[in-house]
């Protein structure tokens, strides 16, 4: 069973940096493709990021191209979120998910595993 817990989210001023981390605690993860999406206050959970299994392709919604960086570490069995240049649009809550059936792509449906969330706040 895959367990997806993130951690890194915080208060951070605009234009500033953060780095969340997802880690699995359970069965493989090197064979999933991974990926990043935030709920921002009122809002419905939207795509930031995905990566496949090698990590030797990435997709970025453009609100976060050049901003944010999506890598993974599979002998660590994790993924990070790299995001700098942050804006208070940025503000959210941050989730990794994981899609266990191999195919990963920008739609919240194709991932049936998602971690707790971690919140992270731009102030301005």
């Known amino acids: 069973q895959v367990q997806l817990a993130e951690s890194g989210g915080g208060l951070v001023q605009a234009g500033g940096s953060l780095r969340l981390s997802c880690t699995n605690s359970?069965?493989?993860?090197?064979?999933?493709?991974m990926a990043w999406f935030r709920q921002p206050p009122g809002k419905e959970r939207e795509f930031v990021a995905t990566i496949n299994w090698s990590g030797g392709s990435t997709d970025y919604t453009d609100s976060v191209r050049g901003r944010f960086t999506i890598s993974r570490d599979n002998a660590k069995s994790t993924v990070y979120l790299q995001m700098n240049s942050l804006k208070p649009e940025d503000t959210a809550v941050y989730y990794c998910?994981?899609?266990?059936?191999?195919?990963?792509?920008?739609?919240?449906?194709?991932?049936?595993?998602w971690g707790q969330g971690t919140q992270v706040t731009v102030s301005s």
């Open positions: 998910a994981a899609d266990l059936t191999g195919f990963g792509g920008r739609s919240t449906n194709r991932y049936s595993t």
């Open positions: 359970g069965r493989t993860f090197r064979s999933y493709p």
